[in-house]
């Protein structure tokens, strides 16, 4: 399939730019812009600035990260006036940007196409590392549980009933803007590779900080602080306030995003693509 490669707007030929990036989020203050604190969307914003004067876009993306939240396969998309042929914007943007954020590829779209709405799905993967001995260069990508050896099998048992269509206000952080907390789960695994142990979860849709509090159950249920059914019981139940611990931040990375058709494929560095498919 061949994308429409643009369109007119107040009389300035304009294309819509997708971009695979990759970041280290541990800098920033998440994807969306604030008044205060550095974030990703405003540096990507910045950069695209130096790149065409005048530019005000919004750059927009498949999932806005939380604080401290890494991405290896996130994809946004800008609206570009600028006669850069997309093979270069990688080079181009890179060079307008800090070494923690990177863009992969560059890609014309549909003006019509949106990274966010046009999803199928999204998946992200949480890194635990469960050895006494502290990994120095792991304490930015991974959740540090030395108290004792977590059991992969139980955790991955507990999350085999959430496939499926259901409402996960459970896993809801306060504040969401969500008028519901229906999603379908497509696809969880849990694995392990030597001292790391890996939670992936790919959804239709993530709600605000689901992946965090559905981690720091699931280390409950791995340590045997929690039982496997009383893990199904509270999101069932929908009972919130008995979901009180989230992951922190660091472990969490956005690892892809899914459309149709495909647009882009890049294979996860490490750490986060040592486990299963990346």
């Not at 196409?113 to 001995?133: I, K």
């Amino acid at each position: 399939m061949k994308w429409p490669s643009s369109s007119w707007s107040e009389g300035v030929r304009t294309r819509r730019l997708a971009l695979l990036l990759q970041y280290e989020g541990t800098a920033y203050h998440g994807w969306q812009r604030q008044r205060c604190g550095s974030t990703i969307q405003a540096t990507l914003e910045a950069a695209m600035c130096k790149l065409q004067p005048g530019f005000q876009e919004v750059v927009t993306a498949a999932g806005r990260t939380d604080t401290g939240v890494h991405a290896v396969g996130q994809v946004a998309h800008v609206d570009v006036t600028s006669p850069i042929p997309d093979h270069r914007w990688p080079k181009a943007l890179n060079g307008c940007l800090p070494p923690d954020i990177r863009v992969l590829a560059a890609r014309t779209v549909s003006s019509h196409w949106h990274a966010c709405f046009s999803a199928r799905w999204r998946r992200y993967r949480y890194l635990l590392y469960d050895n006494p001995v502290p990994n120095l260069f792991l304490r930015a990508t991974s959740w540090h549980r030395y108290s004792t050896t977590l059991n992969e099998r139980r955790m991955a048992a507990a999350l085999q009933p959430l496939l499926g269509y259901h409402d996960l206000r459970a896993f809801q952080r306060a504040g969401s803007s969500r008028l519901h907390a229906r999603t379908t789960v497509q696809a969880v695994d849990v694995h392990r590779w030597g001292d790391v142990v890996a939670v992936d979860v790919q959804c239709s849709g993530f709600l605000y900080g689901m992946m965090r509090l559905l981690v720091g159950q699931l280390v409950a249920v791995g340590e045997g602080r929690l039982p496997v059914c009383a893990f199904e019981q509270r999101w069932r139940l929908g009972k919130r306030e008995e979901v009180q611990e989230a992951a922190p931040p660091q472990g969490l990375c956005f690892m892809g995003v899914g459309y149709e058709p495909v647009l882009f494929s890049a294979p996860a560095p490490w750490p986060w693509g040592q486990l299963g498919v990346g």
